[in-house]
């Protein structure tokens, strides 16, 4: 069985954690013949595969090294939104007098209880991805380092395991931006903020991504002075322009410091204190802080597996080579989730765990470019996406009409006092067909999915505009958006031929 690892601080929860991820007492089970299915990797991916797999009746093992639940349960999605939820709701408390509602005693956020929150729902959310639960699918779980014996045979301590089919499913980690004197000072990643249970009076973000940005205005709202430094000109620079502008004022509005055209120097340190040296629109200036988060991307786990002994081509940064069915090199291998994808998300690992249970088992012939992949920034505002922005259409020569309606006129927004934010929706020009869509509220990630699913069902903005939306709900929005362009198609033909007509009724 692999070495328990350890997860700091040594509380109940996170033995609880370690009793369904990895279990101290694991025995591996005796490996059958040969498998239908061999997953490497714990994560979404491998755990969607194998269960789907075993399902179906197949044969499957599979095979982790660390912690089941991989990085989404452990050091991602879970702990992350855990922190961000008690974020919201010292905001929430805070902002209670615009509603008519007085705190007597003032509001505070107390950071080691919000991360003693984050740890318990963590472990109850682990029984999920526990190693028992998955061996009463029926699933042969090897806790252990995996790695390829040839191609079609996995090797775990003490055990062969061979194979029909096997998929790669061992994720990404955060990558280490080359600064000198990061090393040596010491830094956080999403590896390892979610151990803290002290709050850094003074936190400095490197980079403004999807994660920078999240745990940023998270950290700043339970009591951390925050400042983001970021290289390009924009906060979210692969994001839609408009709402990463919607986002930077409510950053600034809330007091975070983001700074960019900002790259880092070096870090040197003194005494407890970290020394930033950064270059800043052409100067140099030095920002003293408790603690650095790193939020540089992340980087595939290609490496320990010998896949040049089973065939499979890869490269360090972009992870293992598929084809569009994501079947590797190897006729008998394929790959999901964050080794392989360029959108690293849970929900496009689990979407790619399902496509290669298919096309592994069954002779499919499913392909990963027929999804339609929405994502979202869980800030507050959130900022969800999906399909093309406006300027990869662009790119692409597809030409585009764009609809946009502020929550400044939805109804139910204003109530709410959630009025920043849009939905925007861009069509192929002339017609009602929906190209992508991009939403900033504070639940975009909730609202998204209507437009998704007109895109998955060949729906048009103009048949969105028949479903009746329940009044009032901040969803609307998106109703408004079809609204205005059903406004367009009310040509000035069509205008004098209905006034003639209401002409002549009367």
């Known amino acids: 069985m692999g070495l328990v690892p350890e997860l700091l601080p040594h509380d109940e929860h996170n033995a609880e954690l370690i009793s369904n991820a990895h279990p101290p007492d694991w025995v591996n089970p005796e490996p059958a013949g040969r498998y239908n299915l061999v997953v490497i990797g714990g994560g979404t991916a491998g755990l969607v595969a194998a269960a789907g797999a075993a399902g179906l009746g197949a044969k499957v093992a599979l095979v982790e090294k660390r912690l089941l639940g991989g990085d989404c349960l452990n050091v991602g999605c879970v702990p992350s939104k855990c922190i961000i939820r008690s974020s919201r709701a010292y905001a929430d408390a805070r902002d209670t007098p615009a509603f008519g509602v007085k705190m007597l005693d003032g509001v505070q956020a107390d950071f080691a209880a919000a991360m003693e ?196 081509k890869y490269d360090e940064r972009n992870g293992v080579s598929v084809d569009d069915t994501l079947r590797t090199t190897n006729p008998r291998i394929y790959a999901a989730g964050d080794v392989c994808l360029r959108h690293k998300f849970t929900h496009t690992a689990d979407a790619s765990a399902r496509i290669v249970v298919q096309n592994a088992l069954f002779w499919g012939r499913k392909k990963l470019s027929a999804l339609v992949i929405p994502w979202c920034t869980y800030t507050d505002p959130e900022i969800a996406h999906v399909g093309l922005y406006e300027q990869e259409a662009e790119a692409r020569g597809i030409p585009v009409s764009t609809f946009v309606r502020s929550f400044k006129d939805v109804d139910r927004a204003i109530a709410d006092g959630e009025e920043a934010g849009f939905a925007k929706v861009h069509v192929r020009r002339g017609t009602d067909q929906i190209l992508g869509a991009t939403i900033v509220a504070r639940h975009a990630g909730e609202m998204i999915s209507e437009v998704t699913l007109a895109m998955v069902a060949g729906i048009g903005l103009k048949t969105v505009a028949n479903v009746i939306h329940p009044y009032p709900t901040q969803a609307e929005a998106v109703r408004k958006v079809a609204d205005a362009y059903n406004r367009t198609r009310l040509t000035p033909f069509f205008k004098r031929l209905a006034a003639r007509l209401m002409a002549w009724q009367r």
């Open 117 to 312: 929150r984050m740890r318990r729902l963590r472990a109850v959310i682990s029984a999920h991805d526990a190693a028992q639960r998955f061996r009463e699918m029926g699933v042969d779980v090897f806790l252990g380092e995996g790695r390829f014996a040839g191609p079609d045979a996995v090797e775990v301590p003490g055990a062969m395991l061979r194979f029909k089919k096997a998929v790669i499913a061992t994720g990404a980690r955060a990558v280490k931006p080359d600064v000198p004197g990061l090393e040596e000072a010491g830094f956080l990643t999403n590896e390892t903020v979610f151990s803290l249970t002290e709050r850094p009076a003074r936190l400095a973000v490197f980079g403004a991504g999807p994660l920078g940005c999240e745990l940023a205005q998270a950290f700043h709202r339970l009591g951390s002075q925050v400042t983001i430094l970021e290289r390009t000109p924009h906060i979210l620079p692969r994001e839609d322009p408009d709402a990463a502008e919607a986002l930077d004022r409510s950053f600034r509005r809330d007091g975070i410091i983001v700074k960019q055209n900002s790259a880092v120097m070096c870090v040197t340190t003194s005494g407890k204190e970290k020394l930033v040296q950064v270059e800043h629109d052409g100067a140099q200036e030095i920002l003293t802080v408790d603690d650095v988060l790193v939020g540089a991307g992340r980087a595939p786990n290609v490496q320990g597996l010998n896949l040049e002994a089973a065939g499979v």
